[in-house]
């Protein structure tokens, strides 16, 4: 199946800093990429929907200043939380959709976030 | 709004058994529902994905049936291992001019030796 990559696996960051995140598809182009965020026991919830070359489709409740999302190629999406504080610590998830997958969509690795 | 409905309590089964997962939503019908498999710490890896007019999708030892009427799907996974043991996700997509998906909150399976 196609494979998605998400860069850091983990990270630790203090308080008031920001994080950047990286999803790639590495086999297949994406002008959709979404970003999904999971606490403990809880089911996945999306965030935002990445599209290549404009801005970012944002959930309801989702603060759009804080969580950024830049989707500069077709297979490169980041998600950079600013001003981080420690109710954001949670597992960060990317999918995107391959073509010609019948509407499959693959998950990067996720990426955990701690801020301390 | 949407909701999708999974086993909140863990399931657990002895080795060579059937395990039988459900997801229930309420609402319209989504135009495909997929499953999942979890593991801790990692993200979601893709199983199977059924539309809403079939009925029934196998895979090896996987089977997902999708019944619209009772707005329910059901996976199965025959001669169960305790390598099956993680959580699956039910995730329904809905074409709203782009598909956008949905998830459970998931159900723990834990296969017995």
């Known amino acids: 199946g196609a494979v998605v990559s998400q860069h850091p696996s983990w990270v630790i960051c203090k308080s008031g800093t920001s994080v950047k995140i990286e999803c790639r598809s590495l086999?297949?182009?994406?002008?959709?990429m979404f970003w999904y965020r999971q606490f403990p026991k809880q089911s996945l919830m999306l965030m935002a929907t990445?599209?290549?070359?404009?801005?970012?489709?944002?959930e309801q409740g989702v603060e759009k200043d804080k969580f950024l999302i830049n989707h500069a190629s077709l297979t490169l999406s980041t998600l950079t939380v600013t001003s981080a504080h420690p109710e954001d610590s949670s597992f960060y998830i990317c999918?995107?959709?391959?073509?010609?997958?019948?509407?499959?969509?693959?998950f990067g690795e996720g990426s955990w976030l701690t801020v301390v | 709004s949407q909701k999708i409905e999974q086993n909140s309590e863990a399931l657990n089964i002895q080795e060579g058994k059937t395990a039988t997962l459900t997801c229930n939503y309420t609402?319209?019908?989504?135009?495909?529902l997929q499953w999942y498999r979890q593991d801790p710490g990692r993200g979601p890896v893709f199983l199977l994905l059924?539309?809403?007019?079939?009925k029934e999708k196998r895979k090896e030892r996987l089977k997902v049936t999708f019944d619209t009427t009772l707005k329910q799907s059901l996976f199965h996974i025959t001669a169960s291992q305790p390598a099956d043991s993680a959580t699956y996700l039910c995730?329904?997509?809905?074409?709203?001019?782009?598909?956008?998906?949905?998830f459970g909150a998931g159900t723990r399976l834990f296969v017995k030796a």
């Open positions: 999918s995107a959709g391959a073509p010609g997958s019948g509407n499959t969509i693959y």
């Open positions: 086999d297949f182009q994406a002008t959709t």
């Open positions: 990445s599209n290549e070359g404009s801005k970012a489709t944002y």
């Open positions: 609402n319209y019908s989504p135009a495909y």
């Open positions: 059924i539309r809403e007019n079939e």
């Open positions: 995730a329904l997509a809905y074409n709203t001019g782009g598909f956008k998906t949905i």
